[in-house]
């Protein structure tokens, strides 16, 4: 297998739980060098136990370091490290770096060069500075759950950490763009996201609404809040997605329907008027799609340039020719688990391709080998390991 394109870079992971080791698992995946640092008791726990699917999913292509960052001689391991590196990546409260002595200035002064990432709840200062953050409380203030759900139904969470796994995807990129200026300043820089900012980003378009239109979206459903009709309608075996966004589709769709007359209907003909009257025109339209299967209407519609799909659980996504067809899952072999799948990337590239080359690693698998590459002898291992140090 041929490296990737970020094979040059070495990566220091410090993170735990989510947010963080979504953003390493970008880097990772595409070829760098990553070293996680777990305490001496590993990290199961934190993101699941350590053979469990989602900890499993997180931490691939890593090598682990088990180290106490309290010792005096583990601190002076991991600055050791950090001398040599090219990226360091955290996702401790904000105050917690700077009690370890491993705070951006600190490492900046080893490392001119290096790119360190800082991962938060709410950022790296301001009022809620201390708070501690998690997914759910940046979708409560990040606006989301108030737009999610069915109208009247009160708040409901996104059924994915989509502020944790945005959170970690952006400092992915803010990394990689520090990497590409540092290649003109020679300098690294300090890169931070966090929880409250990525949710709010996320938002777009329903932010948009306010901070422009001043105007408050609400909850909606399955409906889309301004293009209808578009949401969830029932069919004589389960359920379908119709998209049926600006006139020109909408016509379309009535016709597929086998209804051409309700895209004159006077109380449907425009984009306002559907949305006004977008009870009453679901129900016509349910009405009609209750008599066909999903599969009956999911060629139907498509054929007729109207978008249209099922709505799947999960067994049934990855049984998709077209999931499959798009290869996003990996097969690796764990030694105590067996193959197992892995959820991979969104994004392909003509030349350079991810790839997945080693499963997640048992606590403090590689230390040994982590540290002969940093100078330590046998015997100076072995007293480390004696002090518990690693």
């Not at 679901?282 to 498509?302: D, V, Y």
């Amino acid at each position: 297998m041929t490296a990737g394109p970020l094979a040059r870079f070495k990566v220091i992971d410090l993170t735990r739980v989510r947010a963080g080791p979504t953003c390493v698992r970008q880097l990772a995946d595409w070829g760098a060098d990553v070293i996680k640092i777990e305490s001496p008791e590993g990290d199961a726990g934190l993101g699941g136990e350590r053979h469990g699917p989602d900890f499993q999913n997180l931490h691939r292509n890593k090598r682990s370091l088990t180290l106490n960052l309290k010792a005096p001689e583990g601190l002076a391991i991991l600055k050791k490290l950090a001398s040599q590196a090219d990226v360091v990546v955290e996702n401790y409260r904000p105050d917690v770096k700077f009690r370890l002595g491993v705070d951006y200035e600190s490492l900046k002064a080893i490392n001119p060069r290096l790119v360190y990432a800082s991962i938060s709840g709410f950022g790296q200062d301001g009022p809620y500075l201390t708070r501690p953050g998690f997914d759910q409380i940046a979708q409560g203030m990040g606006g989301l759950m108030s737009i999610t759900g069915l109208p009247g139904q009160g708040p409901v969470r996104v059924g994915i950490p989509v502020a944790d796994l945005t959170a970690g995807i952006f400092a992915a990129m803010g990394v990689l763009v520090a990497l590409l200026e540092r290649e003109t300043s020679g300098l690294g820089q300090w890169v931070q996201s966090s929880l409250l900012g990525a949710q709010i980003a996320m938002l777009d378009f329903q932010a948009a609404r306010w901070t422009i239109g001043k105007e408050v979206p609400e909850q909606a459903g399955n409906n889309h809040p301004t293009s209808i009709p578009t949401g969830v309608f029932q069919t004589k075996d389960g359920y379908i997605n119709i998209a049926a966004a600006g006139n020109d589709i909408y016509r379309r769709c009535c016709e597929a329907l086998g209804v051409p007359q309700l895209a004159t209907d006077p109380r449907y003909n425009t984009g306002k008027l559907r949305s006004d009257n977008r009870d009453a025109l679901n129900a016509e339209i349910e009405a009609i799609t209750r008599h066909k299967t999903s599969a009956e209407w999911i060629e139907a519609l498509n054929a007729g340039g109207v978008p249209c799909g099922p709505i799947y659980k999960m067994n049934e996504v990855f049984d998709d020719p077209q999931v499959k067809h798009l290869g996003i899952t990996r097969t690796v072999a764990h030694p105590v688990l067996g193959d197992i799948e892995v959820i991979g990337q969104a994004i392909e590239l003509s030349r350079t391709p991810w790839s997945v080359r080693s499963p997640t690693p048992e606590a403090g698998e590689h230390t040994d080998a982590v540290l002969a590459e940093l100078g330590f002898g046998p015997s100076e291992i072995a007293a480390l390991r004696d002090k518990k140090v690693v």
